[in-house]
């Protein structure tokens, strides 16, 4: 079975860290684009970062540039995301999500719609 679960998730002050990570299962953990998402309340979700397995390639939101981070560990098959600096417009629902591609060239490309396997979630709740 197919699966991502997301964890790392809580409440934080502004100016904190996180550390989120994303388990993979039930897929060789190659050629995969991974990512990054988040929803606030009455927002659109939208793609916070992104990364290739198989090389170094990765793209972020403006917003996050210089603050996140995302990595992997494809022994663990585990893919992270560091966030430095929160700030309260961070907080927001965390989605890990999945699909596989043959390069970084389609991986930066992807957005929500493109993938095909996702997490159940996990909450970040940045506070002044």
């Known amino acids: 079975q197919v699966q991502l679960m997301e964890s790392g998730g809580g409440s934080v002050q502004a100016g904190g860290s996180l550390r989120l990570s994303c388990g993979a299962h039930g897929f060789m953990y190659t050629s995969y684009c991974m990512a990054w998402f988040r929803q606030a309340p009455g927002k659109e979700r939208e793609i916070v970062a992104s990364t290739y397995l198989d090389d170094d390639g990765t793209y972020y939101t403006e917003s996050v540039k210089g603050r996140f981070t995302i990595s992997h560990n494809n022994a663990k098959n585990t893919l992270y995301l560091h966030m430095n600096n929160l700030k309260p417009e961070d907080t927001a629902m965390y989605y890990c999500?999945?699909?596989?591609?043959?390069?970084?060239?389609?991986?930066?490309?992807?957005?929500?719609?493109?993938?095909?396997?996702w997490g159940q979630g996990t909450q970040v709740t940045v506070s002044l």
């Open positions: 999500a999945a699909d596989s591609v043959l390069s970084w060239n389609s991986c930066e490309v992807l957005r929500g719609a493109d993938f095909g396997i």
